[in-house]
């Protein structure tokens, strides 16, 4: 099984709105990642947890807050975004610093009205 | 600094017409070099990962080659469903998984 599942697959929130994307992942990797990705542009990466920690933050707003709680899930906590922050949302699994693919999910269409 | 390039832009081809994406590098301490392919609104989804130059690997009408500097995916005799944005992503050798995508080639195939 190399599935990793993403919901909701769309969110529309405002701009004082507070809501959470999660990310779940049943292939044993210890290694999960947050994309954004715009509209006709590659995934741009945000975060990296390696063995639940942090490893990578890519110098992300604040208004983004990474969690991850167990090896299994990864969560992304979203606070007074701005209408620029809509994009497809990706999360992603591979085997910690091992150079080995990653696997994505299916994202989550976030529309910031 | 570290650059990842696909060419071309947009492919445009007729059902069973072959023809080669290219994907150029150069960064430091390449640790392995991936392809993906994504469909509008969708995720990336796993094609190949490559490691050293001279490298082939093979999955139905796709196949993947490797040098040192670029990568190439050839489509033989292509069909209407192969249809997608095919992504090339190189690991950095950060000592954690970071993932640079290229720009990718939207490829449409015509029946």
């Known amino acids: 099984d190399t599935e990793v599942t993403q919901t909701p697959k769309h969110l529309v929130m405002g701009m004082t709105n507070k809501k959470s994307l999660k990310c779940e992942q049943h292939?044993?990797?210890?290694?999960m990642y947050w994309y954004k990705q715009k509209a006709k542009k590659p995934p741009e990466l945000m975060f990296v947890y390696s063995y639940e920690k942090l490893s990578i933050n890519e110098s992300v707003p604040s208004r983004f807050s990474p969690e991850c709680p167990n090896s299994s899930l990864l969560n992304l906590h979203l606070h007074a975004l701005q209408p620029e922050d809509s994009a497809l949302y990706l999360c992603a699994s591979s085997t910690p610093g091992g150079g080995t693919e990653a696997f994505f999910g299916q994202g989550t269409r976030l529309t910031v009205v | 600094e570290d650059q990842v390039t696909q060419s071309p832009e947009a492919l445009r081809l007729q059902e069973g017409e072959s023809s080669s994406l290219n994907c150029s590098y150069t960064?430091?301490?390449?640790?392995?070099l991936f392809w993906y392919r994504q469909d509008p609104g969708k995720g990336p989804e796993f094609l190949f990962t490559l490691y050293s130059a001279g490298e082939e690997k093979e999955k139905e009408r796709l196949k993947a080659t490797l040098t040192k500097k670029e990568s190439f995916l050839h489509i033989t005799a292509p069909k209407p469903e192969d249809s997608a944005t095919y992504l090339c992503a190189v690991l950095m050798n950060t000592g954690f998984q970071k993932l640079v995508f290229g720009t990718g080639t939207r490829l449409l195939v015509s029946p």
């Open positions: 292939m044993g990797h210890r290694a």
């Open positions: 960064v430091s301490g390449l640790r392995g």
